[in-house]
Protein backbone atom coordinates (compact mmCIF):
# COMPACT_ATOMS: atom_id res chain seq x y z
CA UNK A 1 0.00 0.00 0.00
CA UNK A 2 2.73 2.41 0.90
CA UNK A 3 4.18 1.78 -2.94
CA UNK A 4 1.08 2.64 -3.94
CA UNK A 5 0.70 5.54 -2.03
CA UNK A 6 3.88 6.94 -2.79
CA UNK A 7 3.32 6.90 -6.67
CA UNK A 8 0.62 8.40 -6.61
CA UNK A 9 2.26 11.90 -4.59
CA UNK A 10 5.28 11.99 -6.35
CA UNK A 11 3.88 11.68 -9.31
CA UNK A 12 1.70 14.69 -10.97
CA UNK A 13 1.18 13.66 -14.77
CA UNK A 14 -0.80 10.71 -16.07
CA UNK A 15 -1.95 8.92 -19.39
CA UNK A 16 -5.36 9.58 -19.49
CA UNK A 17 -7.77 6.78 -21.46
CA UNK A 18 -10.85 7.55 -23.02
CA UNK A 19 -13.17 6.21 -25.74
CA UNK A 20 -13.46 7.89 -29.08
CA UNK A 21 -16.96 8.48 -30.67
CA UNK A 22 -16.35 5.68 -33.03
CA UNK A 23 -15.17 3.53 -29.91
CA UNK A 24 -11.28 3.53 -30.37
CA UNK A 25 -9.11 4.36 -27.69
CA UNK A 26 -7.57 7.98 -27.52
CA UNK A 27 -4.98 8.09 -24.75
CA UNK A 28 -3.82 11.62 -23.58
CA UNK A 29 -1.44 13.17 -21.18
CA UNK A 30 -3.03 15.31 -18.15
CA UNK A 31 -2.02 16.43 -14.58
CA UNK A 32 -3.98 15.28 -11.70
CA UNK A 33 -4.05 15.49 -7.96
CA UNK A 34 -5.99 13.19 -5.48
CA UNK A 35 -9.01 14.58 -3.56
CA UNK A 36 -8.17 12.54 0.06
CA UNK A 37 -11.56 13.41 1.73
CA UNK A 38 -13.30 12.02 -1.33
CA UNK A 39 -11.16 8.94 -2.55
CA UNK A 40 -10.79 10.38 -5.53
CA UNK A 41 -8.14 11.86 -8.44
CA UNK A 42 -9.21 15.28 -9.80
CA UNK A 43 -8.41 16.57 -13.20
CA UNK A 44 -8.98 20.45 -14.70
CA UNK A 45 -9.68 20.22 -18.31
CA UNK A 46 -10.84 22.36 -20.92
CA UNK A 47 -14.20 21.57 -22.37
CA UNK A 48 -12.41 22.43 -26.41
CA UNK A 49 -10.27 18.98 -25.29
CA UNK A 50 -11.34 15.91 -27.37
CA UNK A 51 -10.62 14.11 -24.22
CA UNK A 52 -13.14 16.15 -22.13
CA UNK A 53 -16.16 15.45 -25.11
CA UNK A 54 -14.79 11.70 -24.71
CA UNK A 55 -15.31 11.41 -21.07
CA UNK A 56 -18.71 12.97 -20.76
CA UNK A 57 -20.20 11.00 -22.88
CA UNK A 58 -18.90 7.70 -22.05
CA UNK A 59 -17.64 8.23 -18.40
CA UNK A 60 -15.68 5.34 -18.06
CA UNK A 61 -11.67 6.07 -18.05
CA UNK A 62 -8.42 4.26 -17.24
CA UNK A 63 -5.48 6.70 -15.67
CA UNK A 64 -1.86 5.65 -16.08
CA UNK A 65 0.85 6.73 -13.48
CA UNK A 66 3.97 5.85 -13.51
CA UNK A 67 7.83 6.42 -12.40
CA UNK A 68 9.94 8.60 -15.37
CA UNK A 69 12.24 6.17 -17.11
CA UNK A 70 15.98 7.17 -15.89
CA UNK A 71 18.87 6.25 -18.26
CA UNK A 72 20.93 3.08 -17.73
CA UNK A 73 17.92 1.55 -15.90
CA UNK A 74 15.52 -1.14 -17.04
CA UNK A 75 12.24 0.07 -18.48
CA UNK A 76 10.40 -3.33 -17.25
CA UNK A 77 11.49 -2.30 -13.57
CA UNK A 78 9.67 1.43 -13.70
CA UNK A 79 6.40 1.40 -11.26
CA UNK A 80 3.22 2.08 -12.30
CA UNK A 81 -0.24 2.40 -11.19
CA UNK A 82 -3.35 1.54 -14.10
CA UNK A 83 -6.88 3.05 -12.73
CA UNK A 84 -10.01 1.94 -13.88
CA UNK A 85 -12.93 4.01 -12.70
CA UNK A 86 -15.86 6.79 -14.02
CA UNK A 87 -15.71 10.33 -14.77
CA UNK A 88 -18.34 12.89 -13.41
CA UNK A 89 -18.08 16.58 -13.65
CA UNK A 90 -19.38 18.46 -10.58
CA UNK A 91 -20.95 21.42 -10.65
CA UNK A 92 -19.12 24.52 -10.43
CA UNK A 93 -19.55 25.92 -6.43
CA UNK A 94 -20.47 22.26 -5.08
CA UNK A 95 -19.00 20.87 -1.91
CA UNK A 96 -17.61 18.26 -4.63
CA UNK A 97 -16.41 21.36 -7.03
CA UNK A 98 -15.14 22.68 -3.53
CA UNK A 99 -12.84 19.81 -2.58
CA UNK A 100 -11.83 19.01 -6.50
CA UNK A 101 -10.45 22.76 -6.44
CA UNK A 102 -8.94 23.14 -3.22
CA UNK A 103 -6.89 19.45 -3.52
CA UNK A 104 -5.95 20.73 -7.21
CA UNK A 105 -4.61 23.80 -6.21
CA UNK A 106 -2.69 22.38 -3.56
CA UNK A 107 -1.01 20.62 -6.09
CA UNK A 108 -0.83 23.20 -8.44
CA UNK A 109 -0.38 26.64 -6.77
CA UNK A 110 0.27 28.50 -10.34
CA UNK A 111 -3.01 27.95 -11.61
CA UNK A 112 -5.75 29.46 -10.04
CA UNK A 113 -6.19 31.89 -13.00
CA UNK A 114 -7.09 28.93 -14.99
CA UNK A 115 -9.98 27.72 -12.00
CA UNK A 116 -11.88 30.89 -13.47
CA UNK A 117 -11.52 30.07 -17.28
CA UNK A 118 -15.43 29.43 -18.69
CA UNK A 119 -14.37 26.29 -20.95
CA UNK A 120 -12.22 24.66 -17.85
CA UNK A 121 -14.06 22.36 -15.37
CA UNK A 122 -12.74 19.97 -12.90
CA UNK A 123 -13.44 16.66 -13.46
CA UNK A 124 -13.75 13.95 -10.11
CA UNK A 125 -12.40 10.25 -11.24
CA UNK A 126 -13.88 7.81 -9.10
CA UNK A 127 -11.78 4.98 -9.18
CA UNK A 128 -13.11 1.31 -8.20
CA UNK A 129 -9.83 -1.04 -9.45
CA UNK A 130 -6.74 -1.25 -10.45
CA UNK A 131 -3.52 -2.82 -11.51
CA UNK A 132 -0.41 -2.19 -9.59
CA UNK A 133 3.00 -2.85 -11.12
CA UNK A 134 6.26 -2.36 -8.75
CA UNK A 135 8.71 -3.79 -10.93
CA UNK A 136 9.29 -6.59 -12.93
CA UNK A 137 7.44 -9.26 -12.66
CA UNK A 138 5.92 -7.67 -9.33
CA UNK A 139 2.29 -7.24 -10.29
CA UNK A 140 -1.14 -6.89 -8.13
CA UNK A 141 -4.90 -6.24 -8.49
CA UNK A 142 -5.60 -3.28 -6.05
CA UNK A 143 -9.99 -3.95 -5.15
CA UNK A 144 -12.34 -0.60 -4.44
CA UNK A 145 -11.62 -1.11 -0.28
CA UNK A 146 -8.07 -0.87 -0.70
CA UNK A 147 -8.01 2.07 -2.89
CA UNK A 148 -10.07 4.20 -1.24
CA UNK A 149 -7.56 3.59 1.75
CA UNK A 150 -4.50 4.98 -0.25
CA UNK A 151 -6.17 7.55 -2.21
CA UNK A 152 -7.19 8.72 1.67
CA UNK A 153 -3.81 9.06 2.92
CA UNK A 154 -2.03 10.63 -0.56
CA UNK A 155 -0.13 13.85 1.02
Known amino acids: MRELRNLLATNRVAALGTTQDDGTPFVSMVPFAVVREMGCLVIHVSGLAAHTRYLQARSQVSVLVMVAEVPGNAVHDLPRVTL????????????????????????????????????????????????????????????????????????
Open 84 to 155: QGNASVPERGSAEWNACKAAYLERYRDVEHMTELGDFRFVAINVDSARHVCGFGAARTVDAEELKQVLGGVQ
